[in-house]
């Protein structure tokens, strides 16, 4: 049994005719490698995924961007919802 089933983690793979493939993905894994792991020595492995968890929240949340007009996910869902309820009235 391998290292990946142990855990398990399942292995997915794009379709070959896909031509943006895992780009996204990978853009993420980058991101967070400049903006956490490489800015941090961390003590840990605990104490790198509490670093690395409370980021991905805070992006999740509050990272301004540029697919949803320069706006926070929070702020888009709160002017989606806004706009929603306007209409609705």
Do not use: C
């Amino acid at each position: 049994m391998g290292k990946m089933a142990i855990l398990g983690i399942e292995q997915i793979f794009t379709s070959y005719d896909n031509p943006k493939g895992n780009a996204e993905t990978q853009r993420m894994i980058r991101t967070i490698k400049e903006e956490v792991i490489w800015q941090h020595g961390f003590a840990s492995l605990t104490e790198a995924r509490e670093i690395i968890g409370n980021w991905i929240e805070k992006y999740n949340r509050g990272y301004v961007h540029s697919a949803l007009g320069y706006l926070s996910p929070l702020a888009f869902e709160q002017k989606f919802y806004q706009n929603y309820h306007q209409e609705a009235a």
